[in-house]
């Protein structure tokens, strides 16, 4: 008989294939806890990766926002602004228009005085007139009875 295929020999020969085999599954599931760990790191990695990007993109957004915002507020400005001068502006020419209005007003009511001054001046001249050619007429009548006695 050979001295390997004795019942010890095989016993020793078996107990060393299930203490390499116990061996390696556990440097196997040690493998595997590591490779575990390294997952779960990398997660872990691109979780806080992915947060950061995520943060970076509100900031943006924000940022983007904002200046949409400023630049609202500054065209509100630029409008309201030009509105108040358009409202000034108006209120410049209605008050041009009165100023005209009173002027013109004033001077119609001159040439209406003058008018009315120069009209009764002229009915005084031509009462003053009708009166001299009456005293004309009746001094030609006195004449002319006069004559027509004499005669």
Do not use: Y
Not at 13 to 25: I, M, R, S, V
Not at 33 to 41: H, V
Not at 118 to 139: H, L, P, Q, V, Y
């Amino acid at each position: 008989m050979l001295f390997d295929e004795t019942d010890d020999i095989k016993g020793l020969h078996g107990k060393l294939q299930l203490a390499e085999t116990l061996a390696e599954n556990e440097a196997l599931t040690e493998h595997k806890k590591r490779i575990q760990a390294l997952k779960k790191e990398q997660e872990q990695r691109f979780v806080e990766q992915q947060k950061r990007a995520l943060g970076a993109a509100e900031a943006a957004e924000l940022a983007k926002l904002q200046a949409a915002k400023a630049a609202a507020l500054a065209q509100r400005d630029v409008q309201m602004q030009q509105l108040e001068q358009l409202k000034h502006r108006i209120l410049e020419e209605r008050a041009a228009n009165k100023a005209e209005g009173e002027m013109i007003r004033r001077k119609a009511a001159e040439e209406a005085a003058e008018l009315a001054a120069k009209e009764a001046a002229w009915r005084a001249k031509a009462i003053d007139m009708n009166a001299a050619t009456k005293a004309a007429n009746d001094t030609l009548l006195a004449f002319r009875a006069a004559e027509r006695e004499r005669d």
